[in-house]
């Protein structure tokens, strides 16, 4: 029996993957038979245009409006409220509204999150019948969701009987070929959309300072994505910063390329980059890896799962209960940069200043992805999650 499988997923291609790599199994996009989906949409126009939105609703939800001619549904982050057989991804919490997002996890305002009905509904769904099982990225998301589950001990057991961790695929590429171990110049990587959210103008201005003494050269992978202001960032702060950028003769600034022509960048880089502020996951480390690039990046959520002093570098943040990093402890948004540059800065004069430990370290990435993250494995984790979940007896 071929399985059939509904799937919604967001725009980003890790994403999709990871919930789409079975052999044998019919993947059917099921996103334009979600009634939220339309309703969101319709807020974003009218916000747009009129400033306010029709009825507050939440993402990262699911209720189908057609039939779905499916053995089962994959969701990533979201959940369905139907008696239809499903298993979930996720990355952070469930149910990630913006009361379980903001109110409580950002604020600490527990009450808030206790008291919410809608919570309580998500809650009742996910630990009911339907959702056969939870698939979290990580063991950083897996203690995440265990630890807002104290604040609902009647919903705890059942819910957490249904987590199983498992890590995203990576395909392996290699190094290229024409890669030397002692480079006259070494050439660095940043990948990343959100450039100011992953610590992409602390890494420029940390290497400023690190090219007075080692030749390099950045390839900057990035849009300049200001992701909803972070920092408080406006449009003509990153007009100013492409302007700046533009300026330096040792970067190589790509907007928008093709994935292949990413992985070739890396296989041939000797060094990559995210000293991100905020990340769920880190997808492009696994990428940077499976190319023998090894990657220094901060060491929040996830991170210090899949990057390590082994295969990489680690800069150790300071930390709050749910392993991001805490601003306050170095005395907020502005102290804590100037210090993540110094960071960014030794440790980037520690990597190239061992060719030896480099090489090494490269080596060790590789092996690293293909223990970790074999695409095989995974498949074959995920066709036994769905033959518990989706086959009947």
Known sequence: ?????????????????????????????????????????????????????????????????????????????????????????????????????????????????????????????????????????????????????????????????KITVLHPPQQLFGVHPSKKQDPDCFELVFVGRAFYRKGGLELIRALEMVRKSINIKLYLISSLDPEAGWFNLEEKRIGEDLEWISKMNWIEHLRNIPNTEVIELLRRCHLGFLPTWQDTYGYSVLEMQACGCPVISTNIRSLSEINNNQCGWLINVPKNEWSEWDLSTLGGEHASSEWLIQQIKEVTIEALSDTDVLGQKSCNAIQRIEQEHDPIVHGLKLAEIYQHSFLKD
């Open 1 to 161: 029996m071929k399985l059939r499988i509904g799937y919604i997923s967001d725009n980003y291609p890790e994403r999709r993957n990871i919930i789409s790599r079975v052999q044998g199994v019919a993947y059917i996009n099921i996103a334009h038979s979600n009634f939220y989906a339309y309703i969101n949409k319709l807020n974003f126009v009218l916000k747009r245009m009129v400033g306010r939105i029709l009825f507050r609703t939440e993402y990262y939800r699911y209720r189908r409006i057609l039939p779905a001619r499916v053995d089962g549904m994959h969701f990533f982050n979201s959940f369905s409220f139907s008696s239809f057989p499903n298993v979930i991804t996720f990355e952070t919490l469930l149910p990630y509204y913006w009361v379980v997002k903001n109110d409580f996890k950002d604020l600490g305002q527990i009450d808030a999150v206790i008291s919410n009905t809608s919570v309580k509904r998500a809650l009742d769904s996910i630990s009911g019948e339907s959702c056969k099982k939870l698939i979290a990225l990580s063991e950083n998301t897996k203690n995440m969701q265990l630890k807002f589950l104290e604040l609902f001990p009647d919903h705890r057991a059942s819910i957490a009987n």
